[in-house]
């Protein structure tokens, strides 16, 4: 007679658990993005007030100064966001060696707002540099830490290995989106290739102990004219949050929060000495969120970064003060936590740029 079979034991609890599985991330509701009913009980706590949500302190990382002056910010950045200014990273825009390493020793020597790095120009088309600036060949031990700051406008067999190269190396690279994501001509793809093949393991086998920053792609460029109603279901929407998605899943990849280009001024967010929000601004906020809203939900609170100036490749003008209000405004509206408002605000850039 054969053996009876045995039953199938149940699957242990924790197998499920041990499974490797998409990560579990921040969502953020639609009701963020709608003002409170004004019917809600009175039961219901309430979250505090955007205009008291403050970070603790503030490291504005990108603060883009050509010659090192920093006094044009400095008369741009308000009382709030120069009180509380813990330190920041200072661009520098010419390409002239020389000229950078003085605008690097001067910066460096006599600047009076704590500097916590200073990015200095770096051309992905020239390929794997042949030699070094002294103020890069120093750049592991230098205080404030010397980083690169490049540009993307299409991908390259040369761009592909410089930053391969720099990543080994173990340099920060603020990488300045300067082409249309929201255009579709295979803007996305193309960045999202150039990326896959920039970290792929190098010949060598040595390790990418280096960290990427994406700049001006949070927000991205957008028409102001499309109505937010039909932004929701736009394709270009839809495809930024797909896109966004996918860049998340670069471990080494972080994204600057700085001012959008969008064909206009950022506006200030009161007039006068009114302490209502101006109409613009009001729009502004909402059309921001509505980016926030996919990039937390992909990266996290610990991959966002603030930043104050816009991109070099920007036409419209934004002063420092102005756009610190709308973002901050912009992240307390979603509800977020005072440790997720610090940490956009602050943390993220101590730990990406103190870390050695």
């Not at 299409?154 to 990488?175: F, H, N």
């Not at 989106?177 to 295979?186: F, I």
């Not at 990418?208 to 700049?215: D, F, M, N, P």
């Not at 970064?305 to 979603?334: M, V």
Request: aromatic residues 8%; hydrophobic residues 40%.
């Amino acid at each position: 007679m054969a053996a009876a079979s045995l039953p199938i034991p149940p699957m242990s609890p924790g197998v499920g658990a041990r499974r490797k599985g998409p990560k579990s991330l921040p969502r953020l509701p639609m009701s963020a993005f709608s003002p409170p009913n004004s019917g809600t009980s009175d039961m219901f706590p309430l979250h505090p007030s955007p205009s008291t949500v403050q970070p603790e302190e503030i490291v504005d990382a990108y603060v883009v100064a050509p010659e090192g002056d920093l006094s044009h910010w400095k008369a741009q950045a308000g009382e709030v966001l120069a009180s509380r200014i813990a330190g920041a990273v200072v661009h520098v825009q010419t390409q002239e060696p020389s000229e950078v390493e003085s605008i690097v020793q001067k910066i460096s020597t006599s600047s009076d707002v704590p500097v916590s790095a200073i990015a200095v120009p770096f051309r992905l088309e020239d390929g794997v540099p042949a030699s070094l600036p002294s103020y890069l060949a120093s750049a592991s031990s230098s205080k404030p830490r010397v980083v690169l700051s490049a540009s993307f406008t299409k991908s390259s067999p040369e761009a592909i290995e410089a930053l391969q190269w720099a990543l080994v190396q173990d340099y920060i690279v603020v990488l300045d989106v300067q082409c249309n994501v929201t255009e579709p001509a295979g803007t996305w793809e193309a960045l999202e290739d150039f990326l896959t093949k920039s970290t792929a393991p190098p010949p060598s086998g040595a390790p990418l102990k280096g960290k990427i920053i994406l700049s001006n792609i949070l927000p991205p460029s957008d028409d102001l004219s499309l109505p937010i109603v039909k932004l929701l279901t736009h394709p270009t929407y839809q495809a930024y949050q797909a896109h966004i998605a996918s860049l998340s899943l670069f471990a080494n990849v972080f994204v600057n929060f700085i001012p959008p280009q969008w064909g206009a001024a950022t506006p200030a967010l009161t007039v006068g000495d009114s302490k209502e929000t101006s109409k613009e601004a009001r729009e502004w906020k909402r059309r921001i969120k509505m980016y926030i809203s996919p990039v937390v939900e992909a990266f996290g609170f610990q991959r966002v970064i603030f930043g104050s100036s816009p991109s070099p490749s920007s036409r419209a003008s934004s002063r420092a003060g102005d756009w610190y209000e709308l973002a901050r405004e912009s992240f307390a509206e979603l509800g977020v936590e005072q440790e997720g408002i610090d940490a956009v605000f602050c943390t993220n850039a101590q730990t990406v740029y103190d870390a050695r």
